[in-house]
Each structure stands twice: as structure tokens, then as C-alpha cells.
């Protein structure tokens, strides 16, 4: 039997082609501007962010600087005299102090007359006192109980409390300054006294105050409170008994405290660089993705200005006018290392001299850290808070950009599969002719047999 060749041939379902495919692979070339912006935004997001802590840790450079600039070198209380405690802070200078304890400070006391019971109720009225110089005037409810009593006391808020208290037997309404000592001058029962009571609570003054009397190096000190800050700069004394016999509050010079002062200044500095080294020196091990490192300007600029702090002289004369001068040194990465033996000689040496390194006016670290700081993290003019919001800018122009674009992919797409359709449909078309041509021409040679 002859075999019959088709006059019309189109294969596989309609054209025989894998339109889906080819419809995704053109989409998704249009669609490259789109991962394109997209990946950018993502890397201009990671140097938002890297901004954002190195604003933060410039800040807290600045704070940790001004602090310095109250005093580097420290001292520690090496010697407590009996009757006392004491504490060495800023400005603390080493030092004997010869120191005797006349009295410490109490609060002055009150008490009712005596309840037979807490549920005892009084008439009421004004309680006028004078607590520490001060006139005040408590006003009581007629017919309150003992506990109702206390409780318009104390939220008066007249620099008094109250309590009931008891004997065992009977009840009493007990006052007590909320501070201690009287104002200074004035007369014995000049931390409280009762004015008038026509509340029927029956007050009456049993505890006079008493000022905190010291005398230091035979300097007569007189205190309201018993923690006294002001007769030796830096240290705060607390009278804790009375100690008619002298004794010798001595202060030494502490180098591991000076050190570590000037340790936080260091570390603060060496995390700002860090974070400029991920832009400036990053890893070629673990190199940072494309378009995530900061503007090189910018932070080289930041960094110049860093290390200008090693050189800055702030100190006109003397042996100690810089950080390099009281060993502050720069190491190969930019970051800042201490030499100690250099350090703890100098606050061996002059440690007023350290101190005037940070706490010159105008000239000094403190003062030239906090101009860098403000000059990079101003929220008006602040370089890094400038490049910020550039940066965020530069998103939003590049997500309206992928909007407008996704549009355009979207009808792309949409033309493609509407012509991908119309040519579907049309070799179908020529598919069913071909089928009816074959057909006919199968019918034709058959009938002429």
C-alpha cells in the first residue's frame, strides 16, 4: 500500500512551543532594572544603618570625652580617721586631712499624746509646724482614726512622716523630719516645731535636730546632712559617729583608676573606627557586598579628623600637651592603643597637667571631640545626617522607579500572552485546514483507485 505524505503539516499542540517559558524568560529580562533597584536599596539600607551607629557612637565618644574633661587622673581613699566614711570622685586630689567628729545629723521627732486604741478618732483641724524654717499646715479631717491621721501626713507632703506606734499598751501618732539637721544659725528647735494643734492629736516636739559638726585640719565644718561634699574638693565625707579624737583621712593617687578613665575614652575611639574600617579597609577575606561599605569622602574625612586629636597641642608649655604625650598611640589599623608605663608617669609626674589635655577651654580634647561630633551628627547639618538622608531619599526614588517599572512589566507581559494567544489560535486554525486538506486528499486518491 502506498503511503500518503500530508499536503499540510504543523506539529505538537498548536505551534509546539513552550509559550509559558518563553513568555517568563522575556519577562524576565525586562524585569533585570527592577532586581537591579531592588539589590540597591538593599546595600543603600545596610549603610543607613551603619550610619546610624556611628552617629550613635559619636555621640557617646563626645559624652565620654566631656566626662574626662572633669579630671582624668583619680585617687582613692587610702586612709578612713574613725566616725567617718569616705569617697574620692572627680577633682580629688592626693592629700591628708586631719578630721574629728563633734555630732552627726538627726531629724527632729514628735509625738501624739496617748490612744487607747488605733481605731481612736481625733477632732480634726490645722496642725501648723514649722518643719526646717519652713511653715506648713496639715489639714485634718474631724472624727479620722489614728491610721486615717497618718495618712493625710504623709500625703501632704510636708517634709514630714508619720507612723502609729505603740508602747504595748497605748498608741501614738510619732512625727519625724524627712531630712536631717536644722538650717544653720538657728535656734535648737529649728528642724521642727509645733505651732498649734487644735486637732486633739495632742503633738508635741521630743527630738530636737542636730547638724552634722566636723572640724577638718581644725576648720570648723558645719552640715545639715551628714554626707558633706564641699570641705575637701572631690571627696565626699559621710559622718557616721561621733569622734571627738583627730584621725587622718589620706587620699593617694590611683593609676589603674586614671588608666581606666582614659581606657574608656580609647575604646569609645576604637569603635568608631571599626566601623569606618569595614569602608575603608574591609576584609579581602570576607569582603562586604556591593554598594554596603560608606561614601569613601566622608569617612576618610571622619577619620583625618580622629586622628588629628593624637597631635592637637592644648597645653602651651609644659611636658604634657597631647594624648601622644601621655602615651596615646596610633596603631597601623587606626585604632588607639595605651602605653602605660608612659601614662602612670605622667600622672605620677603632673596629673593637672594630664587633665588640662582634655578640660582646656576651647582648645581642649573634650571641647575638639564634642566640634567633631556635632560637625558629623548635627540633626540639621551633621555630615553623616546629611549622607543619611540622601541615602533614604535615593530609596524612595528608587522604589517609585521599580513601581513605574513593574507597571510597564506587568503590560509587557500581558502583550506578550496576547500574542503568544493570537498565534496559538492561529496555527490552530491552519492545523484544522491542514487536517481538512490531508483528509481530502487521502479521500481523492483512494476514489481514483
Given at each position: 500500500?502506498?503511503?500518503?505524505?500530508?499536503?499540510?503539516?504543523?506539529?505538537?499542540?498548536?505551534?509546539?512551543?513552550?509559550?509559558?517559558?518563553?513568555?517568563?524568560?522575556?519577562?524576565?529580562?525586562?524585569?533585570?532594572?527592577?532586581?537591579?533597584?531592588?539589590?540597591?536599596?538593599?546595600?543603600?539600607?545596610?549603610?543607613?544603618?551603619?550610619?546610624?551607629?556611628?552617629?550613635?557612637?559619636?555621640?557617646?565618644?563626645?559624652?565620654?570625652?566631656?566626662?574626662?574633661?572633669?579630671?582624668?587622673?583619680?585617687?582613692?581613699?587610702?586612709?578612713?580617721?574613725?566616725?567617718?566614711?569616705?569617697?574620692?570622685?572627680?577633682?580629688?586630689?592626693?592629700?591628708?586631712?586631719?578630721?574629728?567628729?563633734?555630732?552627726?545629723?538627726?531629724?527632729?521627732?514628735?509625738?501624739?499624746?496617748?490612744?487607747?486604741?488605733?481605731?481612736?478618732?481625733?477632732?480634726?483641724?490645722?496642725?501648723?509646724?514649722?518643719?526646717?524654717?519652713?511653715?506648713?499646715?496639715?489639714?485634718?479631717?474631724?472624727?479620722?482614726?489614728?491610721?486615717?491621721?497618718?495618712r493625710q501626713i504623709n500625703s501632704a507632703g510636708k517634709g514630714v512622716a508619720a507612723a502609729v506606734v505603740s508602747d504595748g499598751t497605748h498608741f501614738y501618732v510619732s512625727l519625724t523630719n524627712r531630712a536631717t539637721g536644722k538650717p544653720i544659725g538657728s535656734a535648737a528647735n529649728g528642724g521642727l516645731t509645733v505651732d498649734a494643734d487644735p486637732t486633739g492629736i495632742g503633738m508635741g516636739v521630743t527630738q530636737n535636730a542636730t547638724n552634722a559638726q566636723l572640724t577638718v585640719d581644725g576648720l570648723p565644718v558645719e552640715s545639715m546632712s551628714n554626707d558633706i561634699s564641699t570641705a575637701i574638693p572631690g571627696v565626699t565625707i559621710t559622718a557616721k559617729a561621733q569622734q571627738l579624737v583627730a584621725s587622718d583621712l589620706v587620699i593617694s593617687a590611683d593609676s589603674s583608676k586614671g588608666t581606666s578613665n582614659l581606657q574608656g575614652f580609647v575604646d569609645s575611639y576604637n569603635s568608631i573606627m571599626t566601623v569606618l574600617n569595614n569602608s575603608l579597609r574591609p576584609d579581602p577575606q570576607s569582603p562586604p557586598a556591593d554598594g554596603t561599605t560608606l561614601d569613601g569622602s566622608t569617612v576618610l574625612g571622619l577619620e583625618q579628623r580622629l586622628h588629628s586629636l593624637l597631635s592637637t597641642q592644648v597645653v602651651a608649655t609644659g611636658a604634657y600637651r597631647t594624648l601622644a604625650d601621655v602615651g596615646v598611640k596610633l596603631q597601623n589599623d587606626g585604632t588607639l592603643t595605651i602605653d602605660s608605663t608612659v601614662l602612670n608617669k605622667a600622672l605620677a609626674n603632673d596629673p593637672a597637667s594630664v587633665d588640662a589635655i582634655f578640660s582646656t577651654?576651647?582648645?581642649?580634647?573634650?571641647?575638639?571631640?564634642?566640634?567633631?561630633?556635632?560637625?558629623?551628627?548635627?540633626?540639621?547639618?551633621?555630615?553623616?545626617?546629611?549622607?543619611?538622608?540622601?541615602?533614604?531619599?535615593?530609596?524612595?526614588?528608587?522604589?517609585?522607579?521599580?513601581?513605574?517599572l513593574q507597571g510597564y512589566v506587568d503590560n509587557y507581559k500581558l502583550q506578550l500572552q496576547r500574542q503568544f494567544a493570537t498565534m496559538e489560535s492561529l496555527i490552530s486554525n491552519y492545523n484544522s485546514i491542514g487536517t481538512f486538506l490531508n483528509t481530502s486528499a487521502a479521500a481523492a486518491t483512494n476514489g481514483s483507485k
Amino acid at each position: 500500500m502506498a503511503t500518503t505524505t500530508p499536503v499540510f503539516q504543523s506539529g505538537g499542540l498548536a505551534s509546539g512551543l513552550d509559550t509559558n517559558s518563553i513568555v517568563d524568560k522575556l519577562v524576565a529580562l525586562e524585569s533585570a532594572p527592577i532586581t537591579k533597584n531592588t539589590t540597591r536599596q538593599a546595600a543603600l539600607n545596610v549603610q543607613i544603618s551603619s550610619i546610624g551607629d556611628l552617629v550613635s557612637k559619636l555621640k557617646s565618644f563626645s559624652s565620654t570625652a566631656t566626662t574626662l574633661a572633669n579630671g582624668v587622673a583619680a585617687s582613692s581613699i587610702t586612709t578612713v580617721p574613725a566616725g567617718v566614711s569616705a569617697v574620692a570622685g572627680t577633682g580629688a586630689v592626693p592629700g591628708q586631712y586631719t578630721i574629728a567628729v563633734t555630732s552627726v545629723a538627726t531629724a527632729a521627732k514628735a509625738r501624739s499624746g496617748q490612744f487607747s486604741s488605733p481605731n481612736d478618732t481625733v477632732a480634726g483641724g490645722n496642725l501648723s509646724l514649722h518643719v526646717q524654717g519652713v511653715a506648713a499646715t496639715i489639714t485634718i479631717t474631724p472624727n479620722s482614726d489614728l491610721g486615717s491621721v497618718v495618712r493625710q501626713i504623709n500625703s501632704a507632703g510636708k517634709g514630714v512622716a508619720a507612723a502609729v506606734v505603740s508602747d504595748g499598751t497605748h498608741f501614738y501618732v510619732s512625727l519625724t523630719n524627712r531630712a536631717t539637721g536644722k538650717p544653720i544659725g538657728s535656734a535648737a528647735n529649728g528642724g521642727l516645731t509645733v505651732d498649734a494643734d487644735p486637732t486633739g492629736i495632742g503633738m508635741g516636739v521630743t527630738q530636737n535636730a542636730t547638724n552634722a559638726q566636723l572640724t577638718v585640719d581644725g576648720l570648723p565644718v558645719e552640715s545639715m546632712s551628714n554626707d558633706i561634699s564641699t570641705a575637701i574638693p572631690g571627696v565626699t565625707i559621710t559622718a557616721k559617729a561621733q569622734q571627738l579624737v583627730a584621725s587622718d583621712l589620706v587620699i593617694s593617687a590611683d593609676s589603674s583608676k586614671g588608666t581606666s578613665n582614659l581606657q574608656g575614652f580609647v575604646d569609645s575611639y576604637n569603635s568608631i573606627m571599626t566601623v569606618l574600617n569595614n569602608s575603608l579597609r574591609p576584609d579581602p577575606q570576607s569582603p562586604p557586598a556591593d554598594g554596603t561599605t560608606l561614601d569613601g569622602s566622608t569617612v576618610l574625612g571622619l577619620e583625618q579628623r580622629l586622628h588629628s586629636l593624637l597631635s592637637t597641642q592644648v597645653v602651651a608649655t609644659g611636658a604634657y600637651r597631647t594624648l601622644a604625650d601621655v602615651g596615646v598611640k596610633l596603631q597601623n589599623d587606626g585604632t588607639l592603643t595605651i602605653d602605660s608605663t608612659v601614662l602612670n608617669k605622667a600622672l605620677a609626674n603632673d596629673p593637672a597637667s594630664v587633665d588640662a589635655i582634655f578640660s582646656t577651654a576651647s582648645t581642649g580634647i573634650a571641647a575638639k571631640v564634642s566640634d567633631l561630633s556635632r560637625s558629623f551628627t548635627d540633626p540639621i547639618d551633621g555630615q553623616l545626617v546629611q549622607r543619611q538622608q540622601s541615602l533614604s531619599k535615593t530609596i524612595k526614588d528608587l522604589q517609585t522607579s521599580n513601581v513605574r517599572l513593574q507597571g510597564y512589566v506587568d503590560n509587557y507581559k500581558l502583550q506578550l500572552q496576547r500574542q503568544f494567544a493570537t498565534m496559538e489560535s492561529l496555527i490552530s486554525n491552519y492545523n484544522s485546514i491542514g487536517t481538512f486538506l490531508n483528509t481530502s486528499a487521502a479521500a481523492a486518491t483512494n476514489g481514483s483507485k
